[in-house]
């Protein structure tokens, strides 16, 4: 700490704070443009100018001086207010002042700093900049005539994004921030530059002329995406949620959001969302009331065990466990599931055989901590893109060393002194074998690890999976694989991560386990910056697994529920908020169990279509109209409210579960408070959590590993064909599940399915880019656009698995690894 | 803006042959910052840097393209159009513009129909304006590639034109 005085305050700051980060510690607010507190310091607008009495009251930048001790400083006196006007004046003198149709307009930078400091006239005079405004893309307008060259949008995209789509073009004068060659904007669209942007340069374009920022309602939110848990500021007026608002001290991850959850909002206010319940007559689902729906609901579900519930990972906490309740106590029956029944695997039997507990043993927060990041599949990014962020920070900002394995080269592939090892699709395990058994052969591993359980089974199973001959048939040279096994050992802190979800069938208990053994062996557990991060997929896939909403030893999985509504042994199926014909493996034989169960009751917010071949739908509530907690995938248990009122119509979840148990004579929770103080008392980790508490702060659920070494079992090596490509599906950058083909964003820029090859399989077939081709499977053909590009190796291709027009599902019956061959 | 993108739709950029690229980019693969260099042997091998040669080097040097394109954009030395064979450089500098540097200028853009900044269809002439040669002695001053014309007239625009016109262009 330093001694330091600011306007005449004697304060302290850390040794490493700037003047700038010291005085706002300090309660003295230096007005900033191009600083922010995410990004290096830059000191490009001069207006955070400060005087230092020992730099002989020279004017200097607050942002990028280091504070030293017993400096004394002023931040306002008159000539420093006098050289702020100037600065603003000379900004004023390009910049429109079309504040009346500008959006940025009462949440601006320079209009705030203009007004603070009374800039009503100016002294100079300069034509306005005339540069054309980019409207080639859907989501993100620019408008350089506005631009105050920060910088802050090209800083963020490099050093966080790790995307670098914007920079500053040109010299002097005509110094503009712009893409490669004058091109539109063709990135991410994550928004992140239009989070940072001081003035209105970067703009939303859905939310163009919706409202004035002061009339939007700022609700705290959780995203309802992927599984990392970002808190989102939706931008509410009129009941409607308009956009989400930037907030930097928001979340661990500061405010930064991905493309779904900054422009996937618009789900909430879609008029195709259901409004009515729908109870089939004649072959029609004709609107009635919620009593009449809710009775025919009733009478089927008092079938026992030949009824059976497939859940949503998307719904709350509180919600699953009623509909569990629902199930188990009021109906009868322990055949309830969720997310394919596989899709939890790695969880629900992978860590609770290898660390005894469903959860993963490490958060997001250890990502900045470690030392080595051991990622599985560089569909890290695309699944989690802000887990992505977080690594991109790590590697660069940190110099954390990076290793991939992966059966492409990706996003993460880029980052400076990442190491991607390419491997066959579906040789997952065996690797992550081959690496645990050159550690023990290397002598790497921790010296009591012979006395954690399972270890001799463990060793005498690695026997097949030497370097050498695992390198046959996974593709990586014996060398490689050593390589991998000695840096993750001898890093004194390391994570490894790896994402799971509908289309990552490959990531299953097997995968899970040979993690964890990697981990246990090398000691890489219950300390800081070590352990293994499973990345769930959904927004709350890690509550509906500690919500025990899966099947227990006497319930059928998700996959037995469908072969059982085939052969009839299940009559009423329950789905709430699930998609399978369109997320499940093998659409065919989904479609086919769905027509044969006598009776299909969907609780939906929108017509899918699986809720179009139910017989009764009942239209439920988003994440943003309803109270609840969500369990992020590093177990960050979040409350939220709803930041909107439902349409009166409509019922959450939580309501149609305890319309139901009400009417099959149960005991109804009298609230979702008092029923999540029942899950908090129940649930391992959960104690002492409450609304109320959740409200004010997140919690993290404890998580109390019991380490044992489990012998996995590799599945076979899929054989190559002659002419055909080997086939894996997984999610798409701007996707997740299938939910976001309502957000209106994702959908701008990634509308529908495509294939993804390599150049050279491309050149060989005669395929270009942009064509359209027939994919073709033993289980089907579907017709897909074509995407060549780098990262797909020889012999692959990639399938996003999220559309209803084009199903991945209908060329895929859940196999790891399809051979695939592909007609123009 | 609006130029530069009907140019792009106007003008088909002709085959490039990356091979040239490749060679230069491996002899710096492994040195850090080869970003400048690689550029600099690239300009001075294609005489300009070609779009797909700019993609080319982004992508295996793991630079963005954003990030070339603002480096080529600030250096005088980049050029993302072909050049002439022969550069004519006019001085406009103080002392030459007092000798009548812009009759010289006006004569040229006469001769050659072209502006400044710009090249003539068959690539034999590249015509720019520069602010000081640093030979105000010689004013009017012109300068075509490496050889220097002091004491610019009107007449001697003809001959310097007629001159070059004559010599091979490969």
């Known amino acids: ?824 | 803006m609006s130029d530069v993108v009907a140019q792009k739709t106007e003008e088909q950029e002709p085959e490039v042959d990356l091979s040239i690229a490749d060679a230069i980019i491996d002899k710096y693969i492994d040195i850090p910052g080869n970003l400048m260099p690689v550029l600099q042997a690239a300009q001075d091998e294609y005489g300009y840097i070609p779009r797909t040669v700019a993609d080319h080097i982004a992508e295996r040097l793991n630079v963005y393209p954003s990030q070339i394109y603002g480096v080529l954009t600030f250096y005088a030395q980049f050029h993302l159009k072909p050049r002439g064979k022969f550069i004519i450089r006019v001085c406009v500098g103080t002392a030459c513009h007092v000798q009548g540097a812009p009759r010289i200028v006006e004569t040229f853009f006469d001769k050659l129909g072209i502006g400044h900044a710009e090249t003539t269809p068959d690539l034999r002439f590249t015509f720019e304006k520069v602010a000081c040669l640093g030979a105000c002695g010689m004013a009017p001053l012109a300068m075509v590639n490496d050889s220097t014309y002091g004491a610019m007239t009107v007449q001697k625009v003809d001959d310097i034109v007629a001159d070059y016109q004559q010599r091979p262009l490969k």
């Open chain 1, 1 to 824: 700490m330093v001694n330091l005085t600011i306007d005449d305050k004697q304060v302290t700051a850390p040794k490493t704070a700037t003047i700038y980060e010291a005085a706002k510690m300090n309660g003295v607010n230096i007005p900033i443009l191009c600083h922010d507190k995410k990004l290096k310091p830059f000191g490009a607008c001069r207006m955070c100018l400060v005087e230092v009495e020992q730099m002989k009251g020279r004017q200097i930048p607050a942002c990028t001086t280091p504070v030293t001790e017993g400096m004394i400083i002023r931040t306002s006196t008159p000539d420093i207010v006098k050289a702020r006007k100037m600065v603003l004046e000379l900004l004023l003198l390009n910049h429109p002042l079309d504040c009346p149709v500008c959006d940025k307009a009462g949440d601006c930078d320079l209009q705030n700093l203009t007004y603070e400091y009374k800039v009503d006239t100016n002294r100079f005079v300069d034509e306005k900049f005339h540069h054309e405004i980019d409207y080639n893309n859907p989501l993100i307008e620019r408008d350089m005539n506005r631009c105050v060259l920060c910088g802050k949008c090209a800083r963020i995209c490099d050093e966080i994004v790790s995307f670098g789509a914007l920079t500053f073009i040109d010299r002097g004068i005509e110094t503009k921030i712009g893409c490669e060659f004058e091109d539109g904007l063709n990135c991410e669209f994550c928004g992140s530059c239009i989070s940072v942007c001081p003035v209105g340069s970067l703009l939303a374009r859905p939310f163009k002329f919706k409202a004035r920022f002061w009339s939007l309602t700022k609700q705290k939110s959780v995203c309802g995406y992927c599984g990392t848990g970002c808190n989102l500021t939706l931008g509410v007026k009129d009941n409607k949620v308009l956009t989400t608002l930037y907030d930097e001290n928001q979340g661990f991850h500061k405010g930064q959001l991905c493309v779904r959850g900054r422009f996937g909002y618009q789900f909430i206010n879609s008029d195709k969302r259901l409004t009515s319940p729908l109870v089939r007559r004649n072959g029609r689902l004709i609107e009635a009331s919620w009593e009449e729906a809710l009775e025919v609901v009733a009478a089927r579900l008092k079938g026992g065990n030949s009824v059976a519930a497939l859940g949503s990972s998307r719904l709350t906490n509180e919600e699953l466990t009623l509909f569990k309740k629902l199930m188990l106590e009021n109906v009868g029956s322990s055949n309830f599931d969720h997310s394919a029944g596989y899709a939890h695997s790695a969880l629900t039997s992978g860590f609770a055989r290898s660390f005894g507990t469903t959860a993963s043993p490490a958060s997001i927060l250890d990502i900045q901590k470690t030392d080595l990041l051991f990622v599985i599949k560089t569909d890290s990014y695309e699944t989690h893109p802000v887990i992505g962020f977080e690594i991109n920070m790590a590697v660069k900002n940190r110099g954390i060393k990076l290793n991939i394995i992966s059966d492409k080269r990706g996003k993460l592939s880029k980052l400076p002194g990442a190491n991607t090892f390419v491997h066959k699709p579906g040789s997952e395990v065996s690797v992550l074998n081959a690496i645990a058994k050159s550690i023990l052969d290397d002598k790497l591993a921790v010296g009591s690890v012979d006395s954690v359980q399972g270890y001799a089974e463990l060793a005498e199973a690695l026997k097949a999976y030497t370097p050498e001959a695992v390198s046959a048939l996974c593709g990586l040279t014996a060398e490689d694989i050593k390589k991998i096994a000695r840096e993750y050992a001898s890093a004194d802190k390391a994570l490894i991560l790896f994402p799971i979800g509908q289309g990552y069938v490959s990531h299953n208990q097997e995968m899970s386990c040979a993690v964890a053994n990697l981990s246990i062996l090398t000691g890489k557990l219950g300390k800081e910056g070590c352990g293994v991060l499973c990345m769930s997929e959904k927004n709350n896939s890690q509550g509906a697994v500690d919500m025990g909403f899966f099947p227990r030893a006497d319930g059928m999985n998700a996959q037995q529920i469908l072969d059982a509504c085939k052969n009839g042994s299940v009559k009423t199926l329950f789905v709430a908020g699930e998609n399978p014909i369109v997320s499940y493996p093998d659409k065919s034989k989904v479609t086919t169990a769905l027509e044969a169960v006598e009776f299909l009751i969907v609780s939906e917010l929108f017509m899918t279509e699986t809720a179009a071949m139910a017989d009764v739908v009942l239209p439920a509530c988003s994440f943003a109209e309803k109270d609840g907690t969500f369990t992020s995938t590093d177990r960050r248990v979040q409350y939220v409210s709803p930041s909107i009122r439902k349409n009166s119509n409509c019922k959450t979840d939580f309501e149609i579960f305890s319309a139901l148990i009400s009417k099959l004579g149960g005991q109804t929770p009298v609230s979702s408070s008092l029923l999540f103080s029942e899950i908090s008392s129940n649930t391992d980790g959960y104690a002492g959590m409450t609304h109320v508490s959740l409200r004010k702060e997140s919690a993290f659920a404890s998580v109390n590993v019991k380490p044992k070494l489990i012998v996995p079992k590799a599945s076979a090596a899929v054989s190559s064909e002659p002419g055909k490509l080997a086939m894996v599906t997984g999610s798409a950058l701007y996707h997740s599940g299938t939910l976001s083909q309502f957000g209106e964003g994702p959908m701008h820029v990634c509308p529908e399915a495509y294939v993804e090859m390599s150049r050279k399989d491309a050149a060989n077939l005669k395929i270009h880019d942009k064509d359209i081709v027939t994919v073709s499977s033993p289980t089907g053909s579907l017709k897909l656009n074509v995407k060549v590009t780098a990262r797909i190796p020889e012999g692959l291709v990639f399938v996003p698995y999220h559309f209803s027009a084009a199903p991945v599902n209908a060329i895929w019956d859940g196999a790891p690894v399809t051979m695939v061959s592909l007609t123009k």
